[in-house]
């Protein structure tokens, strides 16, 4: 169908009754390294996983995917997990500590010590947190935009 409708993927999609998304991630992944398919196919790494990482790794996404399944072997799984994949886990761990990270550095600027460290590390510091302040006003905007109908919940209050 790709042929007859190159570029639309919705038009194929609306044919076959699916997403949009799933005509793309399909085509994605048949016009990927064929050893892509062959895992998936082999039930070794998941269509989803698959496709996550074509997008993000691209041309690279075949070294990336056959680093992990030896990852994956040697912790004795047989199938792709997202926590093999290089650099997940510390991803997931920053994540993680993000809050805590931007409470410290919240704490090391109030510090009488801030202006003794060198000007680099000063700028490292009010960058990072330059970043913080444009994604909370992005999210605060994002907040004032959905405006709520319905009444505020009153846990504190029992209904009669």
Do not use: C
Request: no cysteine.
């Amino acid at each position: 169908m790709s042929r007859w409708y190159p570029d639309d993927h919705a038009m194929i999609a609306l044919r076959l009754e699916i997403w949009p998304s799933q005509v793309s991630d399909s085509l994605l992944l048949m016009n990927g390294p064929g050893a892509i398919a062959n895992y998936v196919r082999d039930d070794m790494i998941s269509f989803t996983h698959a496709v996550e990482l074509l997008k993000e790794h691209g041309p690279k996404a075949l070294d990336v995917i056959e680093q992990s399944l030896a990852r994956s072997k040697a912790a004795g799984k047989t199938k792709l997990m997202p926590r093999f994949v290089p650099g997940k886990m510390i991803k997931k761990a920053v994540t993680a500590a993000a809050p805590a990270m931007k409470a410290a550095i919240d704490d090391i600027k109030k510090d009488k010590a801030f202006s003794h460290l060198s000007p680099e590390t000063q700028q490292k510091l009010n960058e990072i947190l330059e970043k913080f302040k444009k994604a909370e006003e992005a999210e605060s905007k994002l907040n004032a935009e959905i405006p709520t109908d319905e009444p505020e919940l009153n846990l504190d209050k029992a209904e009669v």
